[in-house]
């Protein structure tokens, strides 16, 4: 089967504007409020208990009266855009993003909840786990359109669906970054419906919350968070927009791209650490200009600096990790016990800035 940029669920994930006296359809906002909740217990809920409850929940707590659709599709937008997490025992957890986004919601500090989903569109990528049928797809959909849209300043329906769904890999722009001619990306004669369903559900969704404007049948960036996006993909370009290894590692290349990061700040986290593994001071490594070689490590990642208004590349958010560390931190399977050891000792950086341990095990639960 031919993978495309598909849509997640069936339906919108946002249909209204967010803001005061919205009619929005609250099944995104609903299943985010629904399994704040029930997760305070244990940080989940199951898929099953999702299943059975969320209907009455919306009904309940939205006076929503929910359509016929899966109920599974309830949290597939919000698991698209990275607002929850589901591992494979199909328990279902809140995003760090996601806790964030539902307490400026419930702020109402709209322009912030706007920046966050744009914030969470640029980390989504194909495969995604709430588009599960697309398998070959090693790409940011979302970098490729607002990179496209910066450029063109439109683009029509009809682009969306029939040539930007269908983009692959890099060679498939690689003509248009050479001429910028909108017209060397190829079009797609196949108009089946399948095509026009990431225009529907996903485009016009963004339409709806006022981050796309529609007119005329052109798509542009709404004005008000077009410096937003900008500072986004100024210094990134379309290759940077696929990957062939984990997205955390591309994330990182593009954090460094956009928050200029001052390499004293390593150095000098490492003298504070006597060159000593942070983890454990017994880490011998080798000798590397005479010290014991390690490397430093922003336990809070940089890639989340554009949802922070402190400083993340702070010397006190700065460890020094032993290679073998280092690799585990971004590649091992179980996280948890190095990052309770990291978050103790940065405790009073992570408490001043309201970060708990769980928000770690958020962050680092990528990929
Ligand atoms: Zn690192
Ligand atoms: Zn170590």
Redesign the pocket.
């Known amino acids: 089967m031919a993978d495309f940029w598909q849509a997640p669920g069936n339906g919108k994930g946002f249909d209204s504007f967010l803001g005061d006296n919205s009619k929005m359809n609250n099944r995104t906002i609903g299943a985010l409020s629904y399994i704040k909740e029930k997760s305070l217990e244990n940080g989940y809920v199951t898929q099953a208990q999702f299943i059975s409850e969320i209907k009455a929940y919306l009904l309940e707590k939205f006076q929503e009266n929910p359509n016929e659709s899966l109920e599974s599709h309830f949290y597939r937008p919000a698991l698209f855009y990275g607002f929850l997490h589901i591992n494979q025992d199909n328990k279902i957890s809140l995003s760090i993003e996601g806790n964030l986004f539902l307490n400026s919601y419930e702020t109402r500090d709209y322009l912030a909840c706007q920046k966050l989903i744009i914030n969470q569109l640029d980390n989504t990528t194909y495969p995604n786990s709430a588009t599960q049928k697309i398998k070959s797809l090693k790409l940011f959909p979302f970098r490729i359109l607002f990179k496209l849209l910066l450029e063109q300043k439109e683009l029509t329906s009809t682009f969306i669906s029939r040539a930007l769904v269908h983009i692959k890999t890099y060679s498939d722009l690689y003509e248009y970054e050479r001429t910028k001619e909108l017209s060397s990306i190829a079009l797609h004669n196949d108009t089946s419906s399948k095509y026009i369903k990431f225009n529907t559900w996903v485009i016009n969704s963004l339409v709806n919350l006022n981050i796309l404007i529609l007119q005329e049948k052109k798509l542009s960036i709404n004005r008000e968070v077009l410096n937003h996006i900008e500072s986004l993909y100024e210094n990134t370009s379309f290759i940077d927009m696929f990957f062939s290894d984990t997205s955390c590692s591309v994330n990182e290349k593009i954090a460094e791209k956009r928050v200029q990061r001052d390499a004293t700040l390593i150095l000098k986290a490492k003298e504070r650490d006597s060159y000593a593994?942070?983890?454990?001071a017994r880490?011998i490594t080798f000798m590397s200009k005479g010290k014991n070689y390690v490397e430093g490590h922003h336990v809070i990642p940089m890639f989340q600096q554009k949802n922070y208004s402190f400083k993340l590349d702070d010397i006190e958010n700065i460890v020094s990790?032993?290679p073998?560390?280092?690799r585990e931190i971004h590649s091992g399977d179980n996280k948890t016990e190095i990052l309770q050891q990291l978050y103790s000792l940065n405790k009073q950086y992570m408490s001043a800035n309201s970060i708990d341990l769980r928000d770690l095990y958020k962050m680092y639960s990528c990929a």
């Not at 593994?277 to 454990?280: F, G, H, T, W």
């Open positions: 593994c942070s983890v454990n880490h990790l032993c073998n560390c280092h």
